[in-house]
């Protein structure tokens, strides 16, 4: 008798220290904060968007080609613009974007042109096709190769020599660059965008398709910063 009641106690006594320990395991890992994946919901990304509007400035180095022995004109341009992005299918990184672009540009000249300095107002229309790559898990830092056309019209090209000004696209005056310079232009540009969150930032390299009966032919290199919304 003795000996089955010392049993059952020890059964008892075995049982209260396992629940014990499991309630305080249980205590314990609530106070630290632990989860396990398989609690985890499956969907743990956070929400992400793609912004359909972008405001841009640009700066560029660029060469105005002449034909023949004509020196090239250095210039410095700076430009703002604004874009719409477009994405072509929903579960695709593939994106247009199209806009407009106004940009001005100055080149101080050089012997070569007889010290005459230059003045350009013009604007452009770039369409460009681009594909993000994501690095990040949130989708928050991106990287976008692209590539587009553009169209581009002078709205002003001024030359000034000795204090006398002239406008480079009359056809009735001589100009220090030999030619008559075309109002409208058709070029191409590639280049990377790195973007963040909302903001971008990029390289671009671009010219003017070649065409011989249209001059001067330009080719820029550039560097872009933008905010999209």
Request: with cysteine; charged share 25%; glycine share 6%.
């Amino acid at each position: 008798m003795k000996k089955t009641r010392y049993i059952l106690c020890l059964i008892a006594t075995v049982c209260m220290s396992q629940n014990v320990c499991a309630q305080y395991d249980t205590d314990y890992s609530d106070d630290l904060g632990l989860y396990y994946d398989e609690d985890e919901p499956e969907d743990t990304l956070p929400p992400h968007k793609e912004y359909k509007n972008m405001l841009y400035a640009q700066y560029s180095s660029s060469r105005y080609l002449f034909r023949g022995a004509t020196p090239k004109l250095k210039f410095q341009e700076i430009a703002v613009g604004y874009a719409r992005i477009v994405q072509v299918q929903e579960k695709t990184p593939l994106f247009v974007d199209a806009g407009i672009q106004m940009k001005y540009s100055h080149s101080k000249g050089d012997a070569a042109h007889q010290n005459a300095s230059y003045d350009l107002l013009s604007f452009r229309i770039p369409i460009n096709v681009s594909y993000k790559w994501y690095p990040s898990r949130t989708r928050d830092i991106a990287l976008a190769p692209f590539v587009g056309v553009n169209a581009r019209a002078l709205a002003t090209a001024r030359e000034k020599l000795n204090g006398t000004k002239n406008n480079l696209m009359d056809e009735d005056k001589a100009n220090t660059t030999g030619v008559h310079w075309e109002w409208g232009q058709v070029g191409w540009q590639a280049g990377l965008r790195f973007w963040f969150k909302q903001f971008t930032v990029g390289a671009v390299y671009g010219r003017d398709f070649h065409d011989k009966s249209k001059l001067p032919r330009l080719h820029e290199c550039s560097v872009t910063a933008g905010y999209c919304f």
